[in-house]
């Protein structure tokens, strides 16, 4: 089965908790041979930063995470996966379930499901999968609710399957998330809409996509890449695509 190739997501997030809030954030895939990485980076405006990561390996069944790892507002918290095991953050160690992702891989999980035809996406389906945080493990399903056109910046109107989590028995938090993915652009995440409890939630909106430029390049046998803490897509030494605006002194530029 074929895996995607390196593809860095940006999002536009706007939300509340305590009042109206927005910021931007990003979700980074990479793979050399059977490894892979999943980040995920948040940040709103001068009050929050959090990243999530999740490298493991590939493998014929799916992901097989092996460390996830957050960082929010300077505290790191840990899970490891030795294949038999979870072990969490509290030092509990409970049986890996068969195809168990973290809050990073899930994305790239299902979006590979999707893109393989393993699981059927369409209205009406179910969506099932294991997954584990440093506290907890638990088993959600997802119901395919509709087939809805999203407004994307650089794409226009898109067609996204919403897909929505079912109640779950004995919940120890609040935290939900209802995810849309666009078969369009690869099956890939357009927006996800993080639900905190309490009317608080948290918005992201994909804008840009740069394997989307790499591949509309290459159709023209123009190879061009990304490049490791330099946004934008390079053809040589040359940039090609800038992504973003930078801030500097009250000034915008590109």
């Not at 699981?119 to 088993?139: D, H, I, K, S, Y």
């Not at 395919?144 to 067609?159: D, K, N, S």
Request: with cysteine.
């Amino acid at each position: 089965s074929s895996w995607p190739a390196d593809t860095r997501l940006s999002y536009t997030l706007k939300g509340f908790y305590r009042g109206d809030f927005a910021g931007d954030g990003q979700v980074q895939w990479q793979r050399t041979d059977e490894r892979y990485q999943v980040q995920v980076d948040l940040h709103i405006a001068s009050l929050f930063t959090g990243t999530m990561i999740s490298q493991g390996v590939l493998t014929e069944a799916g992901l097989q995470p092996q460390v996830y790892e957050e960082r929010f507002m300077g505290r790191v918290r840990r899970l490891a996966f030795d294949g038999d095991g979870v072990t969490f953050i509290d030092g509990r160690v409970l049986p890996q379930p068969h195809g168990v992702q973290d809050t990073s891989s899930q994305f790239v999980e299902l979006s590979h499901r999707f893109s393989t035809g393993q699981q059927p996406l369409e209205v009406g389906a179910q969506v099932a999968l294991w997954m584990a945080r440093p506290r907890e493990m638990r088993f959600w399903t997802y119901d395919v609710v509709a087939l809805e056109t999203l407004q994307i910046p650089e794409f226009g109107a898109v067609a996204a399957y919403h897909l929505k989590p079912r109640q779950i028995s004995n919940p120890t938090g609040l935290i939900t998330a209802e995810l849309w993915f666009a078969p369009s652009l690869q099956f890939l995440p357009v927006r996800i809409r993080i639900n905190l409890g309490n009317d608080n939630y948290m918005d992201w909106l994909v804008n840009r996509i740069e394997q989307a430029i790499i591949d509309t390049l290459a159709h023209w046998r123009i190879s061009a890449e990304r490049r490791t803490g330099a946004p934008g897509v390079y053809v040589g030494t040359a940039k090609i695509a800038a992504l973003g605006l930078r801030v500097r002194h009250g000034c915008s530029f590109h």
